[in-house]
């Protein structure tokens, strides 16, 4: 007699974007392809800061989603030292190896997808303004099939090449976050427990990475921001 064998057809999904209106897009999107394939239907939640995220994704006793659909550039939530959707979407990925990730944005500099590309690793990245709905659901469909999904802009961003394998790391973006918002390098280490020393090498690794000679947190922050790290 043989085995049965249980094929998946509820999929759990949370959309983590600050812009209500683009989940509410995206959940009817999801709605109106579950009422036309009656074999697969989706079950979406939403989070519109990364606090509401970590409770419904980290927390005990939450929902578990089979896959989450990132925005990168919301307000930072300190307290869990969240400062992208990178961050998050890398806290997922340990707690749960299995979930499958969705990055969409309207980021558009190759710095910065090439290194959610090579840290996060998603199962698929889009950019805002390279999809519409068809390719909405090609991405769903392709990530639930256990495939991965690029859309244009971004193999065409990530084509290009660059001078260093260096990628920023959770450190890197938090020493640049909290710069950013006026804490002065010499108190730094009681946000990132790092040494000064370890701090000012950091500092000299980015100004590498985003070719730039000058040595004012200043220019630092003006090109971090630029390649789309703030």
Not at 8 to 15: D, P
Not at 166 to 174: A, F, K, Q, S
Request: charged share 25%; with cysteine.
């Amino acid at each position: 007699m043989l085995n049965s064998i249980s094929i998946k057809t509820r999929y759990n999904l949370l959309i983590v974007d600050d812009h209500p209106l683009t989940c509410t897009g995206y959940k009817l999107l999801l709605e109106n392809k579950s009422q036309e394939n009656g074999s697969k239907t989706y079950k979406t939640d939403t989070a519109f800061n990364f606090k509401e995220a970590v409770n419904k994704t980290l927390k005990k006793n939450t929902i578990p989603y089979d896959i989450v659909i990132l925005d990168i550039q919301m307000p930072a939530y300190e307290e869990e030292k969240i400062f992208s959707g990178e961050d998050l979407g890398l806290r997922l990925k340990k707690q749960n190896p299995k979930i499958k990730l969705m990055v969409i944005t309207n980021l558009s500099n190759n710095h910065k997808l090439y290194n959610i590309f090579k840290n996060l690793n998603p199962e698929a990245i889009l950019i805002k303004s390279d999809i519409d709905e068809h390719i909405f659901i090609k991405a769903i469909e392709n990530v639930i099939n256990n495939k991965t999904f690029y859309s244009f802009k971004f193999n065409d961003l990530i084509r290009k090449q660059f001078t260093t394998n260096y990628t920023l790391d959770t450190v890197d973006r938090e020493i640049l976050y909290f710069l950013s918002i006026g804490i002065k390098t010499k108190d730094l280490p009681n946000k990132v427990y790092l040494s000064i020393s370890g701090i000012e090498k950091r500092k000299r690794i980015l100004r590498a990475y985003f070719n730039i000679d000058a040595t004012s947190d200043l220019e630092l922050l003006i090109a971090a921001k630029e390649k789309g790290f703030l």
